[in-house]
T-cell receptor, first 108, second 113 residues
Framework: TQLLEQSPQFLSIQEGENLTVYCNSS?????LQWYRQEPGEGPVLLVT?????EVKKLKRLTFQFGDARKDSSLHITAAQPGDTGLYLC????????FGKGTRLSVIA | NAGVTQTPKFRILKIGQSMTLQCTQD?????MYWYRQDPGMGLKLIYY???????DKGEVPNGYNVSRSTTEDFPLRLELAAPSQTSVYFC????????????FGDGTRLSIL
């Protein structure tokens, strides 16, 4: 079974700060997905990365897939309170393998 | 499109009672899933289905049952509710294929007292 380790588990920062969260595995993934779950809602897909070394940007969010396709990172620039939530990475399988998530709190 | 719809949104049960959590999707997705999420934690897979008539156990299936008689519906049954089943339950669906996104419902918040 492929396992995904996410770090940090919790992160609390001030509005305007930058942050990076990580998703790591000992296995190679053909693709990786990032989801965000806002309080009281279900997770929503942010992005899928499929190519080693790939970088995708979604406004202030930058996603990177490692060259070896065993790790991924999510960088948020100038965090805002609306970024608060649980960030989950997921690897391709049936069913998807989810990491335990990074719980981000952005304080105004 | 409504996407994935879960009912009820909230429920309080007494120990030993039974109930069915409903999930329906209107996207014609073959695959459907049930997860539970305990406070402050990630998602744990309970059961999943790759098509009508086919179901498989996930990581934490004990105490639950599912059925998949149609493509649209995937109900989750709790037979003898226990306090350990207090959680938020999410249903999700997707097309087949490893890079296909899962679409989640808004969850059912279940408390067992």
């Amino acid at each position: 079974t492929q396992l995904l380790e996410q770090s940090p588990q919790f992160l609390s920062i001030q509005e305007g700060e930058n942050l990076t969260v990580y998703c790591n595995s000992s296995s190679v993934f053909s693709s990786l997905q990032w989801y965000r779950q806002e309080p009281g809602e279900g997770p929503v897909l942010l992005v899928t990365v499929v190519t080693g070394g790939e970088v995708k940007k979604l406004k202030r969010l930058t996603f990177q897939f490692g060259d070896a396709r065993k790790d991924s990172s999510l960088h948020i620039t100038a965090a805002q309170p609306g970024d608060t939530g649980l960030y989950l990475c997921a690897g391709p399988n049936t069913p998807l393998v989810f990491g335990k998530g990074t719980r981000l709190s952005v304080i105004a | 499109n409504a996407g994935v719809t879960q009912t009820p949104k909230f429920r309080i049960l007494k120990i030993g009672q039974s109930m069915t959590l409903q999930c329906t999707q209107d996207m014609n997705h073959n695959y459907m899933y049930w997860y539970r999420q305990d406070p402050g934690m990630g998602l744990k897979l309970i059961y999943y289905s790759v098509g009508a008539g086919i179901t498989d156990k996930g990581e934490v299936p004990n105490g639950y049952n599912v059925s998949r008689s149609t493509t649209e519906d995937f109900p989750l049954r709790l037979e003898l509710a226990a306090p350990s089943q207090t959680s938020v339950y999410f249903c999700a669906s997707s097309y087949p294929g490893e890079a296909q996104p899962q679409h989640f419902g808004d969850g059912t918040r279940l408390s067992i007292l």
